[in-house]
């Protein structure tokens, strides 16, 4: 069993930045991958980026060149920097693991994009 506990969302200008964070309960050192996907109103959960235990990363188009993912394994925790906001990535930010257990999901955090 894996608990994973997202923070760091709020309100924030467009063109402004936030970091979620997503503190795990065990080492994520094995972990397959870490990631954080996100869920608009009205819309279907898409992935936004994931970083496996190698330090791959992928991003979903619309965030490249913007979001960046990564680990601290010491800490148990994977980051979301968010740079350069836009009212299109008001959503829910949940992240997710992969482990040789199976999959986890955090409770979610909102992130608002609005003047």
């Known amino acids: 069993q894996v608990q994973l506990v997202e923070s760091g969302g709020g309100l924030v200008q467009p063109g402004g930045s936030l970091r979620l964070s997503c503190a795990a309960s065990?080492?994520?050192?094995?972990?397959?991958?870490m990631g954080w996907y996100r869920q608009a109103p009205g819309k279907g959960r898409e992935l936004v980026a994931t970083?496996?235990?190698?330090?791959?990363?992928n991003y979903v188009d619309s965030v490249k060149e913007r979001f960046t993912i990564s680990r601290d394994n010491a800490k148990n925790t994977v980051y979301l920097q968010m740079n350069n906001l836009k009212p299109e990535d008001t959503a829910v930010y949940y992240c997710?693991?992969?482990?040789?257990?199976?999959?986890?999901w955090g409770q979610g955090i909102q992130v608002t994009v609005s003047s």
């Open positions: 997710k693991t992969v482990t040789i257990w199976g999959a986890y």
């Open positions: 065990r080492n994520i050192f094995s972990f397959t991958s």
């Open positions: 970083i496996t235990s190698g330090g791959k990363t």
